[in-house]
């Protein structure tokens, strides 16, 4: 059964920083695309970062240069530096990973950040 499990949201100020995790089990972690997605109030959920099995990454425009994705291949982790947090960066955050051969993807639950002014 896979299982993705995000932990280290919370409440940070303006400026601050969070460190986002995701455990995963179930999978051959080297055979998946490592993402993190955000889903802000009243709005659709929208790409965040991803990190490939090589250790390539993307990020959307809006984050680029404040976080940072990463991952721990021996722990099946994938975390998410977020600094200079934004007001507009409040939302639920979800793991989602990405079967490179077949494209089926899988979620976490999310875990909310919110980001006070």
């Known amino acids: 059964q896979v299982q993705l499990v995000e932990s280290g949201g919370g409440l940070v100020q303006s400026g601050g920083s969070l460190r986002l995790s995701c455990v995963a089990s179930?999978?051959?972690?080297?055979?998946?695309?490592m993402g993190w997605y955000r889903q802000p109030p009243g709005k659709p959920r929208e790409l965040v970062a991803t990190i490939t099995s090589g250790g390539r990454t993307n990020y959307a425009d809006s984050v680029k240069g404040r976080f940072t994705i990463s991952k721990d291949n021996a722990r099946n982790t994938v975390y998410l530096q977020m600094n200079s947090l934004k007001p507009e960066d409040t939302a639920v955050y979800y793991c989602?990973?990405?079967?490179?051969?077949?494209?089926?993807?899988?979620w976490g639950q999310g875990t909310q950040v919110t980001v006070s002014a």
């Open positions: 179930g999978i051959i972690f080297s055979n998946y695309v």
């Open positions: 989602n990973a990405r079967n490179l051969f077949t494209n089926l993807r899988y």
